[in-house]
């Protein structure tokens, strides 16, 4: 008689990651890094990219992923391997670092609801850019987080329209990226 164990099923977590990644300031760059998502199956859930280090050329890559533990440090290797990348950190790993993110929103109400948009963008010290009889136009600075539950909120009082950066992170302390 054969007794029939179920296999264990070990589903490991899938976690956010903010990595960070120093690239030469070259066209191409991105289309190879976006590419090397893409071709392997990986999301990039938030990108931003700016020249940091105008004199030496390197523009710093800021990208917002998730997956399990194996999986972001293949990302992370296979990043490294890439000809113009220079450096790698995921600042999740390295624990203390400090992520923002602008979103404009435009919300579109009158009367009570054009008073709670107010009243919320105050709540979450959210500038206002533009007004009109029908419309506002804010701008708010802050965790991924709290942008999310700011543009849940203004969906109830008139969401019409949002534009958002994607993160912009930063380790603590005093030595840069290409020294950690």
């Given amino acids: 008689m054969s007794t029939h164990y179920p296999a264990a099923t070990t589903t490991l977590p899938v976690n956010r990651h903010t990595l960070c990644v120093l690239v030469d300031n070259e066209p191409g ?24 280090e105008h004199e030496k050329h390197l523009s710093r890559i800021t990208i917002c992923t998730a997956g399990t533990a194996p999986v972001i ?16 950190i995921d600042l999740t790993v390295n624990g203390d670092s400090i992520e923002r993110e602008l979103a404009l929103v435009k919300v ?10 107010l009243r919320l963008a105050g709540a979450f010290g959210a500038r206002t850019l533009d007004a009109t009889r029908t419309s506002f136009i804010f701008e708010l600075t802050g965790a ?8 849940r909120l203004m969906m109830e009082v008139g969401l019409s329209e949002v534009s958002r950066t994607g ?14």
Avoid: C, W
């Fill in 29 to 52: 760059v991105l289309a190879r890094i976006s590419g090397m998502f893409s071709g392997r199956g990986y999301n990039i859930e938030s990108l931003t990219v700016s020249e940091t």
């Fill in 73 to 88: 440090e293949q990302i992370k290797h296979q990043l490294e391997r890439l000809v113009p990348v220079h450096g790698v």
């Fill in 108 to 117: 579109v109400g009158e009367g009570d609801d054009r008073v709670e948009a």
């Fill in 144 to 151: 991924s987080e709290d942008v999310d539950r700011f543009i």
């Fill in 167 to 180: 993160v912009a992170a930063i380790g603590r302390g005093a030595k840069p990226m290409d020294a950690r």
